[in-house]
């Protein structure tokens, strides 16, 4: 998956960072569907039942052995709320870090992107482009490594992370391939460390005020209609009612 290639070495940071501050950091990893890859066969119907098998994963790792503190390292669309859903339904200190947004791509001197590539294969279906052309723009759309760029549901929910309390500043936004987001993975591995300390755990910051806060910030964004699915699952692990027609009375505030 383009979101999680460089994870590992976003984890490599986090350990330096658990160890600065004294503490033993052990690795383990759940599965990855990529929306983009899964689109338009089969392979979708498997996408949303995914996120149920990555929080039951990271569950039974984290129970079995069971960890002092946990940072939950993902990027793509089901695989994120997933990671929060785990966070909260274990409830021992866990801070979750995304890999970051791709940047744009170029193309003929256009910024461009996946969206693009969707765009591209209707207007080959229309007519409008040649399939060579859709070729060249399908390897200028996504560069490198990290989350699609474009508000679909991994930059909304990392984004929403933030505003959930459960991630650190900049979680949603520091592109994936910056220094400065392999700076943030070393200063949660830091944080974490800070969290068991402290006994700070998922279910003392996710509250209902907090669920309030993080849609107001979608709103705000126009973010993924895809975050009405995933931030009522990660409500219910929190033991909080989230009432779906607070999307609509916030929207229209």
């Known amino acids: 998956i383009p979101g999680h290639i460089h994870l590992r070495e976003l984890a490599e940071k986090v350990k330096e960072g658990v160890r600065q501050a004294g503490g033993t950091p052990v690795e383990f990893n759940t599965i990855g569907i990529?929306?983009?890859?899964?689109?338009?066969?089969?392979?979708?119907?498997?996408?949303?039942?995914?996120?149920?098998?990555?929080?039951?994963?990271?569950?039974?790792?984290?129970?079995?052995?069971?960890?002092?503190?946990?940072?939950?390292?993902?990027?793509?669309?089901?695989?994120?709320?997933?990671?929060?859903?785990?966070?909260?339904?274990?409830?021992?200190?866990?801070?979750?870090?995304?890999?970051?947004?791709?940047?744009?791509?170029?193309?003929?001197?256009?910024?461009?992107?996946?969206?693009?590539?969707?765009?591209?294969?209707?207007?080959?279906?229309?007519?409008?482009?040649?399939?060579?052309?859709?070729?060249?723009?399908?390897?200028?759309?996504?560069?490198?490594?990290?989350?699609?760029?474009?508000?679909?549901?991994?930059?909304?929910?990392?984004?929403?992370?933030e505003a959930l309390g459960l991630s650190l500043p900049g979680n949603g936004t520091t592109p994936a391939i910056t220094a400065e987001r392999k700076r943030l993975a070393e200063e949660t591995g830091i944080k974490i460390m800070e969290l068991v300390k402290k006994q700070i755990k998922p279910r003392d910051i996710v509250t209902e005020k907090m669920l309030e806060n993080a849609i107001t910030v979608e709103m705000a964004l126009g973010s993924s209609t895809n975050t009405v699915l995933h931030l009522p699952a990660i409500s219910n692990e929190a033991g909080i009612e989230l009432d779906l027609k607070m999307f609509n009375a916030i929207s229209e505030k």
């Open 34 to 161: 990529c929306d983009g890859i899964a689109m338009g066969h089969m392979g979708m119907k498997y996408s949303l039942p995914s996120r149920e098998l990555v929080a039951d994963s990271v569950e039974t790792m984290a129970m079995a052995y069971p960890f002092d503190g946990m940072v939950c390292i993902a990027d793509c669309d089901k695989i994120v709320p997933g990671m929060m859903m785990a966070m909260l339904r274990v409830n021992i200190p866990a801070i979750y870090l995304s890999g970051g947004p791709m940047m744009a791509g170029k193309c003929n001197n256009k910024t461009v992107d996946l969206i693009s590539v969707f765009e591209g294969v209707g207007a080959v279906a229309s007519g409008k482009m040649s399939e060579k052309a859709l070729k060249e723009l399908e390897g200028c759309a996504c560069p490198g490594a990290g989350s699609c760029s474009g508000m679909f549901t991994a930059n909304s929910m990392n984004c929403l992370s």
